[in-house]
């Protein structure tokens, strides 16, 4: 890990930051973004993601990744990147462990069906519900509610956000209203994220059998590197060659991002944080790799996201989101106390509720099911 004072003058330093919205006194032995990591690894959001979807429920298999094994191959990543490019790992591994904390249980089923839900009451959205979770919903100080990151933690986990939305949030979401940047460290774990999700899903999904090597071959990217496997590992078969591949994926991502990135900074030549923040985004896949990934991402969306089978369990999964949620606006008082509203504000109802269901993991969520619909279960 670099020390802070061998960081790139452009990079994010915890002691030069916008802050806390509560100042607190530094810490004698850790940074101010280590701390934030620190704070998010401690919460329950985050313990939670152990059994939340990435593609495959919880129960469908040990060793499909979870919403909590993405956000640490997307930390692993990002802190590679960001010790290459001299940024500041503390931070890329604070915004990396918290990106999902908002997510709802079943995957992106689970959102897009509570944004539906929601639609009368603000809408729905993962990276405002993550910001929510750690500036209001966990509870861990007296003196405030939620963590108290930094501001630019926060502002990396707000990955998205309408210009509306933008409004009520302030200065976290400043940005979104004068089209300017977030810090190369938000950048690049956005970029991390997606290496991550494109490695890990290729992988979960020739575990579960839904998708193929020979249909995997049909993708000019992976073939290449397939390829280069059976040359330099002739005979090579099953989870060997496999993971010989992904390795070779997340490399050529990874290396090809260092590459354009470093050459994208030297052109704009920033000296300071706020010259990225004014410059167009700088963290990239060259435009050959882009197109790459992007029909590596197209193949993954057509054949396994919306294989059969995965959808099967998204209609599940979003009959169980939209009842819970109905049965809870025609009855708040079914809600445990914590999540009650007294206010008579009907908005007011329909977000605890929200935030009810978001914080829910995959197994529970299908319990309180059972629980509310079911004369077997209490």
Known sequence: MLPEQFLAPYAAHSEGGAGRLYPETAHASRSQFQRDRDRIIHSSAFRRLEYKTQVFLNHEGDLFRTRLTHSLEVAQIGRSLARNLRLNEDLVEAISLAHDLGHTPFGHVGQDVLNECMKDYGGFEHNLQSLRVV????????????????????????????????????????????????????????LADEIAYNSHDIDDGLRSGLITIEQLEQVEFFARLWRDVQQAFPGLSGRRAIYETLRRLITALADDLIATSSARIAEADPQHIDDVRAAPPLIRFSDEMRKDATELKRFLYANLYRHYKVGRMRVKASRIVRELFEAFMAEPALLPPDYQDKSGDVNKVARKIADYIAGMTDRYAIREHRRLFSLDEL
């Open 135 to 190: 500036d209001e919903l966990e509870e861990h100080y007296g003196a405030y509610n939620g963590l108290n990151l930094m501001f630019e933690t926060r502002e990396g986990i707000l990955k998205h956000c309408s210009l509306n939305n933008a409004k009520l949030l302030g200065p976290v979401a400043q940005r979104f209203i004068d089209r300017t940047q977030p810090s190369l460290e938000a950048q690049l774990t956005n």
